[in-house]
Every structure is written in structure tokens, then in C-alpha cells.
């Protein structure tokens, strides 16, 4: 922290003195006489950069001003300390949807940028204040040596992975500024400009390996994109073509790589990406866009992610995936081990998970439907899986019922615990595995907005607020407006709050009861068990008490029944710092409640599946026996 604030403070004094001399650049022009200005239009001028020698003689980069002559001569701040003709390299136009703030660093090389949008330019219904803020860092590497092995297979490229890290420092040491709130979804944008002759196949394993060395860190930092251009990287008839790989990992878990070769438009003559697999039918989600289009802002499914990654857990439509790519491994490890044992190697299944969303109709009835993510308008979502394990290669059903904690925190209305009951309803009928994933607040403690932004407070003394008041009012206008939703005195104060919409009061702590009377009678009829990804509180805690069967990721995943500080304040003095250490994994594995702890949700996928291992596919049915590696007739010896 003291280090972020000295780079800070050297940030902001280089910004100021980096200011004077723009300003003062400017001012030449604007003071210069109207026929030397009148030779830079005549000219077609469109810039004018100035390259001005360092004052610290330990400084060794000159500093660069780029003035705009439609702007009246003002400083492009973005184009600051960058070769005009290094600008195309660094493709900055492609960031024209957002408000672009420039963070000064000491590496030139390295140009570090913070933009900003509110959504409205390509999503009008994104409501005010809801920005989408993140940082583009950007690099030119001139110079790439390439290092392959005594069979010519490529295995790296130093300068490559030094611009990476250099790239990862930037970003760490511009999140640190506090002029910049938290910043999700970052990009790092890598443009090697050195035509080198290499494979396709070892530039994509060199990138892979690139993302995963560094992780950890990526997460960290919440990079979720990195971008390699890599200059006459495939050769054909026509010529050197560039290759432009990108790497992303949209879930946090699982990371994906497309490759695509650059190729000019006929029409347009512009440069458009084309997939590397196309041949073999398999498009990336940027085949045939054009290679320069500009970066698009979050769209609705994106915030969803970014709000549930801010509180380090999974977004609930995202857990399919892992579910799937569990499975996948779990079917390699199962079948390399029979191969290697001699044994016939196991067919694996083409399809390893079908996932069917279900959903509760104006009627109360629940309904299997197709649509597309995110669409939920409550917070408990509910799917039918049909896992294909080794155990049940003909695929075994389980119901899943999770918190969408992006969708009111996770808390529990009365549409909440109706879908909850009517899914578990569903497993004890027919039979099958109960699976809950918990992530939520609890039940709903709501409030009438449409009350709350009309009534008046009567202070004790209006010119000392901290003296309390006496009654909350509305106006005699007012009062006809509400006459259904609240209660007045004959003085038209405030005596009851209803509310226009149901869900704000005492009818959620009614749907809890039916949810925990419900989760007990599933753990007595079916297979129960429950997956704490993140802070369960309250009723949630309750359900994963009578669900019994509990796993439990060791970090920010309490199980409580209200806050450390709402106990500090009962209390009257600080006793406990955090939640955890009323309801995390050193609690709740000690004392029985947790029987099983985890690292992160990838683990806790395959925890669950573990677990099913052992579990009949339904109700009395026949036990999961696989083929024993160890032959049954084989001579027993000493």
C-alpha cells in the first residue's frame, strides 16, 4: 500500500510537470501567426508531434506530445510518449467505445490504459452509474528471437513472455492507483511486428502455456483477455500472413484459445479474421468480424459474471461448464487407466453432460424450457442433469437447485423458495440426487421504493439530525397515492409499510419455513447433498445444516446465521474480524457440519462427483459396480 501511494505521488508529479509542457506546446500555436497556420491546413498537417529531451539527466526516454490540429492544436493525451508511427501498431482506435484515461509508466514500451463506459452506447437499457471499467495494456515488440529444440519444434519466445510480465507488472501497479476504482475484464494486447517463420501448431502451445504459467496472477488481476498478433507468421502463395490469437477465460476456470489468420476483405480491403480450424468446421466467435473492430462494452451476460467473480465464486449458469470439463477428465482418467492395465478400453461417451433448465409457470407448475443464459427473474435457478460417469455410461439424472447471487444477493423470496420446494419436490418423486449449490444472503429483507422516496422525516431539531426524530410522514398529497400500501395515524404519520409488490416482509420468513421443512423430508426420502461456494446466511445456512451432506470451499464460503458485525454490535465491542471465523471451513469442518473441504469450485464439481460415485442412480436401485482394475481370477500369491 505505501508503495502504490510513492508511485502515485511520482505519477502525479510527472503528470503535472507532463502538463506544463503541453500546455505550453499549445499555446505556441494558438499565439502562432494565422499564415503559419494557414500552411498546415493548406498542407493536409494533420499532427504535430514534439520530441522534448528529458530535464532529469537520469531520465534516458525523451518525452513525446502529439497535437492535434482539428482540436485547435490541443495534446492527444492517448498518443502521450508513443511514436506516431508505433500508434497503428498498438491499434488504439480499436478502443473507441470507451473514455480512455492514460496511466503514466516508467517502461515506454508499455502503455497502460484505463477506460470507462456507462453502457449506454450499446446497451440503453443499462441502468445509470453502471460503468464498465477496465484497464488495456499494450505492447509493441520489435524484436523476437524464437527458440525451438534440436527437432525444430518452437517452444519459445522470450521476448514474447518478458512483454507479458512486464505487461502483468503495469497492471498491477495501475490498480494500485487510487484515481482508478476496481477494474474487471482486462485486456493485454501483445503485437509482435518481426515477421518470423513459424508453425501455427507451436505459436498456439507457446500461447497456452504463456496464459496458464501465469494464472494465478491473470486472476488475480482480473485479466480475462490476451491478445497476440504475431506478424508473417503463416506463409502461403500470397504472401505472409499475420496470426492473431486470443486468449480468454470468460468463467474463470476454463481457458479458451482461438487462432485466426488475418486476410484482406475483397470488398472492403480491410483486414478480417479468419479461423485457423475452419477447415475442420470449428469457427472461433471472431471468424469473418474485421481484425481492427473496436472492443465492445459488457453486455448483460458479462456484468452478471463480473459481479459473481467480485465475490470469488462462479456464476451459476457457468457451473455446467465445469461440470462438463469434470466429467471429460474424470472419463480420460478412468479410461487411460484400463488401457494401461490391459483391459479394453472403455468407449468414451460422445456426450458427457445434457443440461435441462427448469422453471416454475404462472401456475406454480414446474417446466423443463430452452433459453438462452441469465433470463432467470429470480434468484434460485433449478436444471435436470444428465451426468454420463463411468459409473452410468447410459447417463444418470440429478437435480440441481443453485443461488443466483448476482439476482438480489442471492436472498430468498416468496418465488425463490417456491421454485426451491417444487424442485426438491421433484427428486424425492422421482427418486433422484438432490443437489444444492449455495450462495446467498438469506432471506429477503426488502424495501418499498416507491414509499421510501416520497416520506418525510420529523427531526427532533432539524439543525441536529443526530438527535433523532419522531415520526415518518407523507404529505396530505400523498397520502390517497399510498392508501393501499401503507398505514397512516390521523396526523398522517407512517404506522405500517406494505408495499406495492409481495416479497419485502414477513411472507419470506413463511417460504422459509417451507423450504426447511421440505429439505428435511428430501434428506430422509433421497440423496441430499450441498455445495457452499459462497457466504450462505441465515436460511441458507439452515438448508445445508438439514441437507447434511456438505462440501465446502475453504475460502469466503461462511455458513452463518447473521454478520460479525451485527454481533460485534450486540456485543458492544469488537469480538470477531470477519465471518469466517463464525461459520468457515475452521469451524465447520471441526465441529461436523462440513465433511468436506475444497480449494476453489473446480475441486467442488469434483467433490460432487466423487460423491455420486457412490450413489445409486435412484431410490432402491443397483449400486455404481465398475469393472475392477484387480481380475478376479487372477492366483492369489505372497
Known sequence: SKNGNRESQASTLESTQETQISLYLTGLWRQAPQERIAAVNRCGIKSITYVVAPEDEFESSPGLFTLRVRDNFAEDTIYRHIDPPMAFQLELARLVNFDIQRFNYPNRLIHIFFGQNNGTKSEPSAKAGDKDARFFVRAVIQHAAVFSTASDALVAIPEAEKSFVEALDALELGRCDPRFRHADLNH????????????VDDVDAICRRLFLRYAQRC??????????????????????????????????????????????????????????????????????????????????????????????????????????????ERWKLYSQSRLRGGFRRDKVPAKHLKVVELVLDEEGVLRAVE???????????MWRYS????????????????????????SF?????????????????????????????????GIADEIRKEFNVRWVNEEDPTKGFTDLYLSKDDLSKFAETARFDENGNLTDVIGASDGLCVENLMGSALIARETSIAYNETFTLTYVTSRSVGIGAYLVRLGQRVIQRESNAPIILTGFNALNKVLGRSVYASNEQLGGVKIM?????????????????????????????????????VEPLDPIDREVTY
Request: charged letters at 25%; one cysteine or more.
Open 188 to 199: 493485454i494486447f501483445l503485437n509482435l511486428v518481426k515477421e518470423i517463420d513459424v508453425n
Open 387 to 410: 451426468l454420463y460417469t463411468p459409473e452410468f455410461p447410459g447417463g444418470r439424472d440429478v437435480i440441481i437447485i443453485a443461488n443466483d447471487i448476482t439476482f438480489m444477493s442471492g
Open 219 to 328: 486472476w488475480k488481476l482480473r485479466v480475462f483477455t490476451v491478445e497476440v498478433r504475431v506478424a508473417g507468421a503463416l506463409r502461403s502463395h500470397h504472401g505472409a500472413a499475420p496470426l492473431r490469437f486470443l486468449l480468454y477465460n470468460p468463467t474463470g476456470h476454463s481457458l479458451r484459445v482461438e487462432g485466426y489468420k488475418e486476410e484482406l476483405d475483397s470488398l472492403t480491403g480491410t483486414p478480417v479474421l479468419k479461423s485457423l480450424r475452419s477447415d475442420r468446421k470449428e469457427f472461433g466467435h471472431l471468424h469473418d468480424r474485421p481484425a481492427l473492430e473496436p472492443y465492445q462494452i459488457m453486455d448483460r451476460l458479462r456484468r452478471k459474471r463480473v459481479v459473481a467473480q467480485t465475490l470469488e465464486t462462479t456464476y451459476v449458469y457457468d457451473f455446467q461448464h465445469i461440470f462438463s470439463r469434470a466429467l471429460q
Open 413 to 445: 423470496g416468496p418465488k425463490e423458495d417456491a421454485a426451491f420446494e417444487q424442485a426438491s419436490r421433484l427428486a424425492r418423486e422421482e427418486g433422484i440426487p438432490r443437489i444444492y449449490i449455495a450462495a446467498n444472503s438469506g432471506a429477503r429483507i
Open 589 to 625: 469442518s471441526p465441529n461436523g457440519v462440513t465433511h468436506q473441504v475444497v480449494k476453489d469450485d473446480v475441486e467442488g464439481v469434483r467433490s460432487i462427483l466423487d460423491w455420486l460415485s457412490f450413489v445409486p442412480a435412484c431410490r432402491n436401485g443397483r449400486l455404481p459396480i
Open 371 to 381: 433459453r438462452p443464459t441469465g433470463l432467470n427473474d429470480h434468484g434460485i435457478v
